[in-house]
């Protein structure tokens, strides 16, 4: 077991899970709204399973999808971090940044504000050379944080996701890059 990073923001704490965020997290994997670009809404157990799987990951190398608390009032938001996928493509090896935050913390600039601390980690303390993220067309609010993280589309690395079932809509995934050199530390900014 590693020791697992801890990482502020101005307004964010990522760190590790804990047992009171298992509730919080399966009504935002339920939420229509938060779950409107995946295949579908998690059940409890399902929910339980990710964090459990998310939990394990971060033990072992001590970075990973964090959960995201807002520090000033200690409330649990979601999550956002680095992970590597399951599934193979013709872009991996790869490490991805990734984020899932309730509606209610939507518009307020935290998925931007955590994604970035969690690419500078991987940039910095990690010494990644990409991180690539992965979206369906139809969400335009990730592309948006995808853009102000830097990251362009690399259109030659469409794809249907292999985890996703022949036929859904949120098949079809955009991939997203952005390179260690042409990252901008969120200090210069």
């Known amino acids: 077991m590693t020791e697992v990073t801890r990482l502020h923001t101005e307004r964010l704490v990522l760190r590790e899970?804990?047992?009171?965020?298992?509730?919080?997290?399966?009504?935002?994997?339920?939420?229509?709204a938060v779950m409107e670009h995946f295949?579908?809404?998690l059940t409890?157990?399902?929910?339980d399973a990710m964090v459990d799987r998310i939990t394990t990951f971060l033990a072992e190398r001590g970075w990973g999808l964090w959960a995201v608390e807002v520090a000033e009032t200690g409330s649990f938001i979601g999550f956002t971090g680095l992970s590597i996928p399951r599934f193979d493509a013709p872009f991996m090896p790869c490490?991805?940044?990734g984020w899932r935050l309730a509606r209610s913390a939507w518009g307020h600039g935290y998925a931007t504000e955590a994604a970035r601390a969690s690419v500078a980690h991987g940039f910095g303390p990690l010494a990644l050379h990409e991180v690539v993220a992965m979206v369906v067309p139809a969400n335009e609010r990730s592309q948006g944080v995808m853009r102000k993280l830097g990251m362009t589309r690399d259109e030659s690395a469409d794809f249907d996701h292999p985890l996703v079932p022949e036929g859904s809509p949120v098949r079809r995934h955009?991939?997203?890059?952005?390179q260690r050199e042409q990252w901008e530390p969120p200090a210069s900014r």
């Open 17 to 32: 899970w804990r047992e009171e965020d298992r509730e919080p997290f399966a009504a935002l994997n339920d939420d229509p």
């Open 95 to 97: 490490v991805e940044v």
């Open 174 to 178: 955009r991939l997203y890059r952005l």
């Open 44 to 47: 409890r157990e399902a929910s």
């Open 39 to 41: 295949p579908l809404h």
